[in-house]
Nanobody, 125 residues
């Protein structure tokens, strides 16, 4: 049974940092891309970042996140991380990790077949 479990969310002040983790089980994440998405109240789910298997190519899907967020993976632990720095109130959302049936990344939500339960990130003073 494929399972993705996120952790690391919480409440942080503006300018602070959080590191999200996505632990994969039931399949080898080494052979799947892993993406991070987020969904704020009243908004559609949007792509945040993705890391491909193989050469580990990374993608960041919005200019607002580039330079502040970093995605990485630990293949030995079947875990993908999202380091988020200089957090802003507009980063507040539920963050999900997801995997397509492919080694390639995509920004398209419907191309992802496996989803975690999400972890809440709240940026507020």
């Amino acid at each position: 049974q494929v399972q993705l479990v996120e952790s690391g969310g919480g409440l942080v002040q503006p300018g602070g940092s959080l590191r999200l983790s996505c632990a994969a089980s039931g399949f080898t994440s080494n052979y799947h891309a892993i993406g991070w998405f987020r969904q704020a109240p009243g908004k559609e789910r949007e792509g945040v970042s993705c890391i491909e298997s193989g050469d580990g190519s990374t993608y960041y899907y919005a200019d607002a996140m580039k330079g502040r967020f970093t995605i990485s993976r630990d293949n030995a632990k079947n875990t993908v991380f999202l380091q988020m720095n200089s957090l802003k109130p507009e980063d507040t959302a539920v963050y999900y990790c997801a995997a397509p049936n492919s080694w390639r990344c995509s920004e398209v939500v419907s191309e992802y077949h496996y989803w975690g339960q999400g972890t809440q990130v709240t940026v507020s003073s």
